[in-house]
């Protein structure tokens, strides 16, 4: 059965970085990929960032492109988020997901099947 577990957030001032991760088990993780929503209380989950089983396909929501990266290590079973220039409208709670039969762009929550309990970012002003 496919886990996954998300763990970085935290509590950060406006401006400063942050690097997510999320660790795959239970199946192949290299057969999968990954990607990253995330959801602010009152609000809908939103794509942020997606990267195929590969890694050599990635893809990024507006807010996200420039600011943050997207990457994984099939070897180490874990992908990550790193973001910078964090801003409050950033505030949420982050998830991982993954699936083995998601089609790129992988921007679609519905796509995936297993997801992670999420981490909470907190940006202050």
């Known amino acids: 059965q496919v886990r996954l577990v998300e763990s970085g957030g935290g509590v950060v001032q406006a401006g400063d970085s942050l690097n997510l991760s999320c660790v795959f088990s239970g199946q192949t993780f290299k057969n999968y990929a990954m990607a990253w929503f995330r959801q602010a209380p009152g609000k809908e989950r939103e794509f942020v960032a997606s990267?195929?089983?590969?890694?050599?396909?990635?893809y990024y929501s507006d807010s996200a492109e420039g600011r943050s990266t997207i990457s994984r290590d099939n070897a180490r079973n874990t992908g990550h988020l790193q973001m910078n220039d964090l801003q409050p409208e950033d505030t949420a709670a982050y998830f991982c997901?993954?699936?083995?039969?998601?089609?790129?762009?992988?921007?679609?929550?519905?796509?995936?099947?297993?997801w992670g309990q999420g981490t909470q970012v907190t940006v202050s002003s």
């Open positions: 990267i195929n089983w590969r890694g050599d396909l990635t």
């Open positions: 997901a993954a699936d083995a039969w998601a089609t790129a762009p992988y921007k679609q929550p519905t796509a995936f099947n297993h």
